[in-house]
């Protein structure tokens, strides 16, 4: 199979970080999750964890600088060359839209499709309310909604000038929005010179 190179966005709880594992898992394209990527910086209690874990708690985001560093060191390795490379929760504001675009220049890779798992606020808010993550209090989960809607929303235009952008209706069972990106996925793949 032909690597695909691809983003997806969608609003905190739309479900974008499972899907991301089908995806990853039927394409074989490499999960870059700056989420979780931050998340194991905790775990290891590096001095830069607990610098991005009390940013996170707030529920604010870590800075350009730092993460367009982390992305640009992971796009570099040999694997997503080879195998492709699905971005989750990455980039999320113009500046790190910007440095992706110089990156994938520099590396000479393409950026096949960008998608957008679209779920409204109303909806992701409660399902972020009952899944119990210790960032998902109240009040950080609004910060982040908000943030989003700031910050993320705008690339979504930026990024449909740029090729190729799909919004996938993310309402459903995880299998019936997976089917919908898998079809869009595959088009684009056989669509790929
Ligand atoms: P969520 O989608 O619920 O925000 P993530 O796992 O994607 O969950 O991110 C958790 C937190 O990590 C964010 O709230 C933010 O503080 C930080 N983070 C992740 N990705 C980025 C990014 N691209 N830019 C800035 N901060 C980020």
Do not use: C, W
Not at 101 to 119: K, M, Q, T
Not at 148 to 172: C, H, M
Request: glycine residues 10%; negative net charge; proline residues 2%.
């Amino acid at each position: 199979m032909k690597p695909i190179n691809l983003i997806i966005f969608g609003r905190q709880g739309s479900g974008k970080g499972t899907q991301s594992l089908m995806v990853t898992e039927e394409f074989g394209s490499v999960h870059i999750s700056t989420g979780d990527m931050l998340r194991a910086a905790i775990e290891q209690a590096t001095e830069f964890g607990l610098q991005a874990k009390t940013v996170m708690d707030r529920g604010e985001l870590v800075s350009d600088e730092v993460i367009s560093g982390i992305v640009a060191e992971r796009l570099g390795q040999s694997d997503v060359m080879q195998q492709g490379f699905l971005l989750d929760g990455v980039p999320r504001t113009l500046g790190q839209a910007e440095s992706l675009i110089a990156v994938l220049e520099g590396l000479d890779l393409s950026l096949d499709l960008v998608l957008n798992l679209e779920v409204p606020i109303d909806e992701v808010t409660s399902r972020m309310m009952s899944r119990g993550r210790e960032d998902d209090t109240e009040e950080a989960i609004a910060r982040r909604l908000g943030l989003y809607e700031q910050e993320t929303a705008p690339l979504l235009e930026f990024f449909s000038e740029k090729g190729v952008f799909e919004v996938i209706d993310g309402l459903g069972s995880e299998t019936e929005v997976f089917e919908r990106l898998n079809a869009v996925i595959t088009r684009v793949i056989s669509d790929k010179k």
